[in-house]
């Protein structure tokens, strides 16, 4: 599952069994590529993957591009990147799983 979904989906369900088994439905049935392009589009119309791309400019600017290693950069935006999700991907996301779920049940 993409990083990003997982950080939906954990913020949202809180779970991460259900994530598991629910992710291993998805990948078998191709639905998990189709969500992440959703979930990739939605996050471009609503300016998160900017305002991603601007954190990380900034933080490579103070810091210096020789002074950072990617690891560093990834554990310094992940939990800024989780809480800028909007509301309303995160919920729109969890019902398309969830629909998708009761309808493979």
Not at 33 to 52: A, S, V, Y
Not at 98 to 104: G, N
Request: hydrophobic fraction near 40%.
């Amino acid at each position: 599952m993409s990083r990003t979904i997982v950080i939906v989906f954990i913020s949202i369900t809180g779970d991460t069994t259900m994530l598991y088994k629910t992710d291993q439905t998805l990948i078998m049935t191709g639905e998990r590529e189709r969500l992440k392009e959703l979930l990739r589009t939605r996050l471009i119309e609503c300016g998160w993957r900017d305002q991603m791309q601007m954190l990380c400019r900034d933080i490579v600017r103070e810091r210096g591009v020789h002074n950072l290693k990617a690891d560093d950069l990834i554990a310094e935006i992940t939990a800024k990147g989780r809480a800028l999700v909007p509301d309303s991907v995160k919920k729109e996301l969890l019902q398309k799983i969830k629909a998708y779920l009761v309808q493979e049940m």
